[in-house]
């Protein structure tokens, strides 16, 4: 069974600029998660989508937005982006109120 | 609020040291969820275990044990002669079940280094 999947893997960006990172979760998952791993910061929730509508989402500023599709697949969007943006993206699936299980992350560094 | 407080920054132990990972947990919640994971260098969060707050059961899976104590709000994880593939930053983590915020409360992570 795959696991979940994002992509891309690396991402190096500037600031201003705009990104887009996905998301894959498990087959049958109708709960996505996305968190930041900022340097220093540990695990940060950022946003939760289940059923294709936004659920909960963490402290974080209006520039951070995303989308779930009918597959459940998942879209993290960052507006004007920050230094302090870079960091490591984690999605993470789940059925249900179960374990969430991650996916490899995306690295977004912004220069 | 939810907190997940793990005192350990950093341990190092020697291959076949015992090692104890602790994990203090704060909730008004009386039904919650409480998790261990592991994370390699390569950045992957890999699920250990799931305890709910109802049951209060120790668990041992080959090396690895867990202590949970809800009068001391602790969730203690113990690794039984450690190996260098035990290497990682690990995790304690804390989830309602109400569903209306079902995210997971991280604490800051221990790193734990096995050496030869």
């Known amino acids: 069974e795959a696991g979940v999947t994002q992509s891309p893997t690396h991402l190096i960006k500037t600031r201003g600029q705009q990104v887009t990172l996905r998301c894959s979760p498990i087959?049958?998952?109708?709960?996505v998660y996305w968190y930041q791993q900022a340097l220093g910061l540990g695990l940060q929730f950022l946003l939760w989508?289940?059923?294709?509508?936004?659920?909960n989402r963490g402290n974080f500023p209006p520039r951070f937005s995303g989308r779930q599709f009918p597959n459940y697949s998942s879209e993290l969007n960052v507006n004007a982006l920050e230094l302090e943006d870079s960091a490591l993206y984690l999605c993470?699936?789940?059925?249900?109120?179960?374990?969430?299980?991650f996916g490899p992350g995306t690295r977004l560094t912004v220069l | 609020a939810q907190k997940v407080t793990q005192a350990q920054t950093e341990i190092s132990v020697v291959e076949k040291e015992d090692v104890t990972l602790d994990c203090v947990y704060e909730?008004?919640?009386?039904?919650?969820?409480l998790f261990w994971y592991k994370q390699p260098p390569s950045g992957e969060l890999v699920f250990l275990i799931r305890?709910?707050?109802?049951?209060?059961q120790n668990e041992i899976s080959g090396r690895y044990s867990w202590n949970f104590q809800k009068s001391t709000s602790s969730f203690n994880f113990t690794i039984t002669a450690s190996q260098v593939v035990d290497s990682a930053v690990y995790f304690c983590?804390?989830?309602?079940?109400?569903?209306?915020?079902?995210?997971?409360?991280f604490g800051t992570g221990t790193r734990l280094q096995v050496t030869l």
């Open positions: 993470a699936s789940s059925f249900s109120f179960y374990e969430q299980f």
């Open positions: 087959s049958g998952h109708t709960s």
């Open positions: 989508y289940d059923e294709g509508e936004e659920r």
């Open positions: 909730t008004r919640d009386t039904t919650y969820y």
């Open positions: 305890r709910n707050s109802f049951d209060e």
């Open positions: 983590a804390l989830s309602d079940i109400t569903g209306t915020a079902s995210k997971l409360t």
